[in-house]
């Protein structure tokens, strides 16, 4: 997973009002020019943001999506999917 | 010569600026706020060096410090759409350049940025705590929010080499030292609430950092503030290393001020000794 490019994505909804226009009009044509796996892009169309997290993105930025409802994300739908991820980072101390 | 006089923790939270406008001054956050703003004004500080964790707003993923020191004139901000006034303030670009050469001599290999805008994590706390924009900053900032983070102890050694940087400074010039931070909150990852986008899961540790805080047990501060830790304390929980850097400043003192909002993982303290 480029991990990466699904975390810039991410801020450019943030940044980019027309980027994020397009995210709202037609997201699959608005990430084509993203550098994303398949199963990347599915998981973004799909807003499974559980599996993002779990592949290493950050949270703060998948975060934005529910504030404007990209890719079918509400914030209690957000809010259900990631609190069944699993955190790479928990750990016993 | 440049002394440290007095240092300051505060939270960051996006939506105070709204919040304190809508509620008014008797609100509790807008109180907690004028209580630490009281502190800062009795102090007279010609600068302010504040330890902030940037929020991937001026910082990303293609470029990430894990320590970096601001040295420039200027800065602007908020540069994330938080919703409150925007400002320009001054940078203390001299002394800046002086804590960053100073850490370079002493093995903190300190990233440098003369052109950037920051977060609301430095624009929230100066909007209440110096509303006018009167006092230059130096702004440096650690990763607390993208793991792996630096360890409490070699934070709390940043703030001790900022220390002797600014004992060193042959000019008269009155510091104070700023932390910015909450101790638990989850913004977006698993332990979110139901139905929520954000919440605080670990009112526990934040009362005991409070309780460290107060007493100046600076040592099991440092022992228990693991990463893991304050990993449990969501994924906000390494801005507590900037209070720990601030710590590392002044040394083992007992805060004149110090008051929590412990349901939402946050305290607000003032250390002075004038």
């Known amino acids: 997973m480029s991990v990466y490019a699904v975390n810039k994505l991410c801020r450019d909804a943030l940044r980019d009002l027309g980027f994020r226009a397009a995210l709202k009009r037609d997201p699959a044509s608005a990430i084509a020019p993203f550098d994303l796996t398949a199963d990347e892009r599915n998981a973004l169309l799909c807003g499974d943001v559980a599996r993002l997290f779990e592949s290493g993105c950050h949270a703060f930025l998948l975060a934005y999506l529910p504030r404007w409802e990209l890719f079918g994300l509400t914030i209690p739908l957000y809010s259900e999917r990631i609190r069944k991820a699993r955190d790479p980072r928990d750990q016993a101390d | 010569m440049a002394e440290i006089v007095a240092?300051?923790?505060?939270?960051?939270?996006?939506?105070?600026?709204?919040?304190?406008?809508?509620?008014?001054?008797?609100?509790?956050?807008?109180?907690?706020?004028?209580?630490?703003?009281?502190?800062?004004?009795?102090?007279?500080?010609?600068?302010?060096?504040?330890?902030?964790s940037d929020h991937l707003n001026t910082f990303f993923f293609d470029n990430m410090p894990t320590f970096l020191v601001?040295?420039?004139?200027?800065?602007?901000?908020p540069n994330d759409q938080?919703?409150?006034?925007?400002?320009?303030?001054?940078?203390?670009?001299?002394?800046?350049?002086?804590?960053?050469?100073?850490g370079l001599a002493r093995g903190f290999d300190l990233s440098l940025s003369q052109d950037f805008s920051v977060d609301h994590s430095i624009?929230?706390?100066?909007?209440?705590?110096?509303?006018?924009?009167?006092?230059?900053?130096?702004?440096?900032?650690?990763?607390g929010l993208c793991p792996p983070l630096p360890g409490a102890r070699r934070c709390y050694a940043l703030g001790e080499m900022v220390r002797a940087a600014v004992k060193e400074w042959p000019r008269n010039l009155r510091v104070a030292v700023l932390a910015s931070g909450s101790f638990s909150l989850e913004i977006g990852g698993p332990k979110v609430p139901h139905d929520g986008i954000a919440g605080t899961p670990d009112q526990e540790w934040t009362r005991r950092v409070q309780h460290l805080l107060a007493r100046a047990q600076i040592n099991d501060l440092l022992a228990e503030a693991t990463a893991a830790r304050m990993q449990r304390a969501g994924n906000i929980g390494g801005e507590l290393l900037n209070w720990i850097a601030m710590l590392g400043v002044i040394g083992e003192r007992k805060p004149r001020f110090i008051e929590g909002e412990i349901e939402h993982g946050r305290c607000y303290g003032a250390w002075r000794w004038d």
């Open chain 2, 7 to 52: 240092a300051f923790g505060v939270p960051h939270v996006p939506n105070f600026p709204a919040q304190v406008a809508r509620e008014g001054p008797q609100s509790k956050v807008a109180r907690l706020y004028a209580e630490v703003a009281s502190h800062l004004d009795a102090v007279s500080a010609d600068a302010l060096l504040v330890f902030d």
């Open chain 2, 70 to 77: 601001g040295v420039t004139e200027s800065i602007e901000g």
């Open chain 2, 82 to 102: 938080t919703p409150m006034p925007h400002y320009r303030i001054g940078g203390h670009a001299q002394l800046a350049g002086h804590v960053r050469a100073s």
């Open chain 2, 123 to 143: 624009m929230v706390p100066l909007h209440f705590l110096t509303p006018r924009m009167q006092i230059p900053i130096v702004p440096m900032f650690i990763n």
